[in-house]
């Protein structure tokens, strides 16, 4: 069945004929009478009966072409649209992905989400020879990356580690106090910024995956301190490009929320640099102080000084999720500013960190005094 474009071309064409024809028949109609007639002398001098000769002999020959030849000339015009699409198949193709390939912009405008989805499916398959990796990689980054609310770029973590003279010495209830400095550039997606420590693990888990936390820190109960504990976690201060903000803490069952309201600065969707103190407690027997990093981050950097901490040696294990390898620097125990630092350039995965881990001096002891 033709289609309603195709119809109305037909009969447009049907009745243009027929008015010519009609037309041209008048024509000469009126030239034969003039001939018979006075009145009619001076179309004499005009080529009526030509034209409408013309005309009468066109109409019928549009009318016979356009049913006699129709199914013809679709048939010629079909050949002759795959004859100039197989010549120049190669050339769209090529023009089609330089556009794609050096225009990404341009995909935007032609393909939804989903399609792009596929596109990059279907290109990483190609790259790496596995469909199923490559849907599973894709899948994984994009949950990662496209999911994530913020990014974060050129991230600087600063530690300083120092006894709590609040506590106990050593043993069950001896802390560090943990003095954590974070500073970054990111677009901020909420005008607030909530900082958590909790000692319910289930808690923690879930605040580690909000969007809406910005730091969340787990404390263990224990020698009667809790994480609503104001001795436990403390947030000193927030700066937003130099200018500090306001404050504010709360309690509740699972732990304290400290907030901070941004205000216009969110709204306007420019990077601002952000950097925030806090301190913590973290157990000595712990051995462990760990810095996560809970959004794609490019450029990181992380050191911690130890002095006068009672620590034998410190290790720093890094679980970040990229294709280099980090760069280390360490001033050793010995000297009279031991420090760790990890620095690695690019971009990581949400999830990654690193991790100072440490040997304290009297463990070393005790264990020495043991095997004697």
Not at 44 to 70: E, H, K, N, R
Request: contains cysteine; hydrophobic residues 45%; neutral net charge.
């Amino acid at each position: 069945m033709s289609s309603p474009l195709t119809r109305l071309y037909q009969t447009k064409l049907a009745l243009l004929a027929t008015v010519v024809t009609v037309v041209g028949v008048l024509l000469m109609m009126l030239s034969h009478w003039a001939k018979g007639h006075p009145a009619g002398a001076w179309l004499d001098a005009l080529p009526v009966m030509d034209v409408g000769s013309a005309l009468f002999t066109t109409g019928l020959i549009a009318i016979f072409f356009q049913y006699i030849d129709q199914a013809d000339a679709e048939v010629r015009a079909n050949e002759r649209l795959r004859k100039v699409l197989s010549e120049e198949a190669p050339a769209i193709r090529d023009a089609v992905v330089d556009g794609f390939a050096f225009a990404p912009d341009s995909l935007t405008n032609v393909a939804s989400p989903e399609t792009l989805d596929r596109i990059v499916e279907n290109c990483l398959s190609i790259r790496l020879g596995d469909k199923q990796l490559a849907a599973d990689a894709y899948q994984d980054l994009r949950q990662q990356i496209i999911g994530a609310k913020q990014r974060w770029e050129d991230a600087r973590a600063a530690v300083s580690l120092a006894p709590w003279a609040k506590g106990p010495t050593e043993g069950r209830g001896a802390m560090f106090v943990a003095t954590i400095r974070w500073e970054y550039r990111f677009v901020p997606s909420s005008p607030l910024l909530r900082f958590s420590c909790v000692s319910d693990l289930d808690v923690y888990r879930e605040l580690l995956v909000d969007p809406a936390s910005t730091a969340t820190w787990y404390f263990e109960p224990v020698a009667g301190l809790e994480a609503s504990s104001p001795d436990v976690f403390e947030l000193v201060q927030v700066a937003v490009n130099g200018r500090a903000q306001s404050i504010r803490r709360s309690v509740r069952k699972e732990g304290q929320v400290f907030t901070c309201n941004l205000g216009d600065v969110a709204k306007s969707g420019k990077a601002v640099t952000i950097s925030y103190t806090y301190r913590v407690l973290v157990q000595q027997n712990g051995h462990v102080l760990h810095l996560d990093l809970a959004q794609p981050t490019k450029d990181f950097k992380a050191e911690l000084w130890y002095g006068d901490c009672g620590i034998r040696y410190m290790n720093v294990l890094d679980y970040l999720s990229g294709p280099r390898q980090p760069r280390y620097t360490e001033l050793a125990a010995s000297d009279p500013s031991p420090s760790a630092e990890v620095a690695y350039e690019g971009w990581t995965f949400p999830k990654g960190g690193v991790a100072f881990v440490w040997v304290l001096e009297r463990e070393m002891r005790a264990t020495v005094a043991r095997q004697k």
